[in-house]
């Protein structure tokens, strides 16, 4: 049992001890089971509290779907998660050991968390197959990446996540060219080749045909385990094949958790999607 | 893939020297042209200059000369601004500062190269008698040895980015408030260097200069060979750009273009990447800038004006942003129709620069470059 672990179960522990816990680079360590943790995390917008004391937590392999009405502050926890923006207050780790709330951007990607966005963002100037291959995870310094070469070993790993999103015959396309789905797609395929521990996905089926929704279903759950994934999603169809918890979140806290039949059935759920 | 259609056949994984990464930088076509180009440069000119009689038809002038030489560091300075605004996406209005500190850094050396052949017969500079000084400031040691020269012509440059850019990118400065600050800070070095006791000569800046490496430089030969250099390194930085936005971090740079968010959420520190392609661009333009200042005879304050480094923006945008052939067309385009206008209609020079930008700007984004594929592909269009 390290420092760390100390001061994740006393959370009120004095500063001596914080400094002593404090492992900023430390190497991911899911021995406890938790991979995401988040301990009353507020964060407010000129006084607008866009997340209240939100406390979650994600075990190590698991598929949590988080639902909400707009301004429930989904977004905004995916933005303290990967950095983009710092609480005013609260915990953030992943594992054990790595605070999330001292990385920047690019190196919360480097310990292994990948994030999707809302509106698909990808390269579009850039062919897919290019797209993919920036995202790859190996040494993102600039010196590597000026004698960067591809190897056979690359190109079979790129080959095989085109596969998995179904755009081997897109490969040499610019990534502009694509259809939404086929970009939501490609974003998909992008975080996983960063091959992240967690996934964090915005509204990733949003304009997705019936098929294609199920067929990333399908995808989520095969990822499972392996990794953790959070997804934020409207489509109660998508979240239903997805199985796995379910999160309600409500002004910036949680308000319900559970199964999907528990959290529908829930009378406090109902008023907040149906009482406005 | 880049590999696809380069002139060696190169194996398309695995470790591959960098010498023939290089040589894959440029598909068959663009290495013949840049082999005609050194050819007319190395060969064409000096003979035509030389061997051929003032009064026939192809004599090069001694004028022409100093204008190509001229203009192709003007190109080489729109390729290193292409780099960073058609690549990086970043649009700095103040290139010219990192020319002038090139150009400065070559000048102290020429100024010393006059020895005691100045109007004061002095070992100090003309302007340092003028002021009365009695010794060379700290900043001029060493100004007499070549190789120091060189290497300011390059440092300077690169720790003045270096330093701006680290905080400006750290600061997360973009877009139009990052060319604001640019503008500002070569404002601000132009009135720095118009002070004499600045210790660069003031507002006359350096002039008369009379040798470079101990030759004439006014010479023939030497005017041939200041031009030959200026062609190589316009040639050598082309083949260079092309690997570097052919690479990986090329891919990169682009990539932060169009998409900064997201190439940080797959894990790149965009902060060295604009870092990097920002150093190299400026250390670009101190060659440029002192391969410049010999060809013409004079460095002064006035190469820093705002002015001038938005003239270079105008060369890009004229050329083809994005493309590397581009900003050299541009440069020629431009400065070009600039000294046929200067003696023409001197007064209407700054009424057609502005209303070439909006032209370009409205109707013609991609540049000249743009507008020549636009036709080629119309006319395949039609043949189809």
């Known amino acids: 049992m390290n420092a760390q672990t100390i001061r994740l179960d006393q959370p009120d522990g004095g500063d001596s001890a914080t ?15 938790v991979a995401l943790y988040l301990e009353d995390i507020t964060v407010s917008f000129d006084g607008f509290k866009a997340l209240n004391n939100l406390t979650l937590a994600i075990n190590a392999g698991e598929l949590r779907c988080i639902i909400g009405p707009n301004g429930a502050g989904k977004t905004t926890m995916m933005d303290v998660i990967t950095g983009k923006t710092r609480p005013d207050s609260g915990k953030a780790f992943f594992g054990q050991t790595i605070d999330l709330t001292r990385l920047t951007e690019p190196e919360i990607a480097h310990v292994g968390i990948g994030r999707k966005f809302q509106k698909p963002t990808i390269f579009e100037q850039h062919t897919v197959f290019e797209n993919l291959e920036l995202a790859m995870k ?13 190897t056979g070993d690359d190109r079979d790993r790129i080959a095989d996540t085109l596969r998995t999103i179904r755009l081997d015959h897109e490969a ?18 992008m975080l996983l080749m960063q091959e992240p521990k967690l996934l964090l996905l915005d509204e990733p089926v949003a304009g997705m045909t019936d098929d294609e929704t199920m067929r990333t279903a399908e995808l989520f759950v095969s990822l499972a385990g392996k990794h953790s994934l959070v997804v934020v999603e409207h489509d109660m169809a998508f979240v239903e094949k997805l199985g796995g918890l379910v999160t309600v979140l409500h002004e910036g806290s949680v308000l319900a958790e559970g199964d999907l039949a528990t959290v529908q059935n829930d009378q406090r759920v109902i008023e907040v999607y149906l009482g406005r | 893939m880049s590999a696809t259609s380069s002139v060696l056949p190169l194996p398309a994984t695995g470790r591959v020297p960098l010498t023939l990464r290089f040589f894959a930088a440029l598909d068959r076509k663009a290495w013949i042209a840049l082999g005609i180009f050194l050819a007319l440069a190395l060969i064409v000119v000096p003979v035509l200059n030389l061997m051929v009689p003032p009064d026939s038809v192809f004599h090069v002038s001694a004028y022409a000369i100093t204008l190509i030489g001229k203009i192709m560091c003007y190109a080489l300075v729109a390729v290193a601004m292409d780099l960073i605004w058609g690549y990086g996406g970043i649009l700095s209005l103040g290139h010219g500062l990192f020319f002038a500190l090139g150009g400065y850094a070559f000048g102290m050396y020429l100024m010393r190269q006059i020895g005691r052949d100045g109007s004061y017969q002095s070992d100090l500079p003309d302007f340092m008698v003028f002021l009365d000084w009695k010794e060379l400031p700290w900043f001029w040691l060493g100004s007499d040895s070549f190789g120091w020269a060189a290497f300011l012509v390059m440092a300077v440059p690169a720790v003045v980015a270096f330093v701006f850019g680290y905080f400006a990118f750290r600061s997360r400065i973009k877009g139009v408030y990052f060319s604001i600050i640019t503008q500002a800070l070569t404002y601000a070095a132009m009135l720095l260097f118009f002070r004499n006791e600045t210790g660069f000569g003031g507002n006359n800046g350096f002039t008369d200069f009379k ?32 690997w570097l936005v052919k690479s990986k971090f090329g891919r990169v740079l682009t990539a932060i273009r169009d998409a900064e968010s997201r190439v940080m959420f797959i894990g790149y520190n965009p902060l060295w990447y604009k870092l990097t392609i920002w150093v190299i661009s400026a250390v670009l333009c101190g060659i440029a800038g002192a391969l410049y200042v010999p060809q013409v005879g004079i460095i002064n304050p006035s ?3 705002p002015a001038n480094s938005i003239e270079i923006a105008i060369w890009v945008a004229v050329g083809g942003r ?20 200067t003696v023409s209609f001197p007064e209407y020079w700054l009424f057609f620069l502005g209303l070439l930008f909006i032209v370009v ?16 592909s119309k006319k395949q269009g039609a043949q189809a």
């Open chain 1, 19 to 33: 400094q002593l816990g404090h492992v900023v680079t430390g190497e991911l360590d899911l021995s406890h089971g």
């Open chain 1, 138 to 150: 190996t040494d993102k310094r600039v010196w590597k990446s000026l004698m960067a070469w591809l």
């Open chain 1, 172 to 189: 040499d396309r610019p990534a502009g060219l694509l259809s939404h789905g086929q970009k939501q797609w490609l974003e998909i395929g």
């Open chain 2, 211 to 242: 040798r470079v490496l101990d030759v004439p430089i006014t010479a023939p030969e030497t005017r041939l060979m200041l031009f030959a250099l200026t062609a190589i390194a316009l040639a050598a930085t082309l083949v260079f750009s092309a």
């Open chain 2, 303 to 305: 190469e820093m004006s």
């Open chain 2, 322 to 341: 994005g493309t590397l052939i581009g900003p050299v067309i541009g440069a020629f385009a431009v400065n070009l129709a600039k000294s046929w206008f």
């Open chain 2, 361 to 376: 700007t409205l109707l013609l984004p991609q540049g000249l470059v743009g507008l020549w594929k636009k036709i080629i």
